[in-house]
């Protein structure tokens, strides 16, 4: 499997708080995306970061790569009830091609 | 704001039925996909299409299989559905040259009977 099993979450949250999702790979990537889904909807793209880089920010968003560790993470600053979907992160792995991993469901209580 | 459309919504189908389903891009990519998502939502390719040429199949059973009539357009045929074909099929497009990131339709949602 391209993923480590924390990968699969769901998390529950109050309106105001701040979260972390993680993701951790297996193979080599240029690159991680990061998608959220909203429910009835496609997944839509809302980061990507690079391996030459080390954070990037959008928003109220921020994503780390960590390529020693293969690892990623996704943090949301003062969480709102819209930012309630399923968000994936994903790479391109050694053939070019996107993998997406398990997904984490996030569920922010008013 | 939609760019990537897919027709129908939803499907409800019998065993042994053939269901096509429609994607259509007008962000002029060259490369579109087919994904399945399951109801644990994991996200598995399909098909991609580039130029109309197959350049990846990830072992799906034949009774899958793409069709597309130009670089703007990816059909997604199943002979004799199964049960196990129920899940949710979402379209997708990239351009080469990037990051790979992609543009999904909303995804049509097929429950085999």
């Known amino acids: 499997s391209q993923w480590g099993e924390e990968n699969l979450q769901a998390l529950s949250i109050q309106e105001g708080e701040d979260v972390t999702m993680n993701c951790s790979y297996k193979?080599?990537?240029?690159?991680v995306h990061w998608y959220r889904q909203d429910s009835g909807r496609g997944p839509a793209l809302i980061i990507l970061?690079?391996?030459?880089?080390r954070e990037k920010r959008s928003g109220r968003l921020r994503a780390t790569l960590d390529t020693s560790s293969q690892s990623s993470s996704l943090s949301i600053t003062a969480a709102q009830c819209e930012d309630t979907a399923v968000y994936f992160c994903?790479?391109?792995?050694?053939?070019?091609?996107?993998?997406f991993g398990l997904g984490t469901t996030l569920q922010v209580q008013p | 704001e939609t760019a990537v459309f897919q027709t129908p919504n939803y499907h409800v189908t019998q065993v042994g039925n053939e269901v096509s389903f429609n994607c259509k891009q007008t962000?002029?990519?060259?490369?579109m996909y087919w994904y399945k998502q399951d109801s644990k939502k994991l996200l598995k390719i399909m098909f991609s299409?580039?130029?109309?040429?197959?350049?990846v199949n990830e072992t799906v059973p034949r009774r899958f299989s793409p069709q597309s009539s130009d670089k703007a357009h990816l059909n997604l045929r199943i002979k004799s559905v199964e049960p196990e074909d129920s899940a949710v099929y979402l379209c997708?497009?990239?351009?080469?040259?990037?990051?790979?990131?992609?543009?999904f339709g909303p995804g049509t949602r097929l429950t085999v009977l």
């Open positions: 997708a497009s990239s351009s080469t040259g990037g990051y790979y990131e992609q543009y």
């Open positions: 193979t080599y990537t240029t690159v």
């Open positions: 970061i690079r391996s030459n880089e």
């Open positions: 994903a790479t391109t792995g050694n053939t070019g091609k996107l993998i």
């Open positions: 962000l002029g990519h060259d490369t």
């Open positions: 299409y580039n130029n109309k040429q197959l350049i």
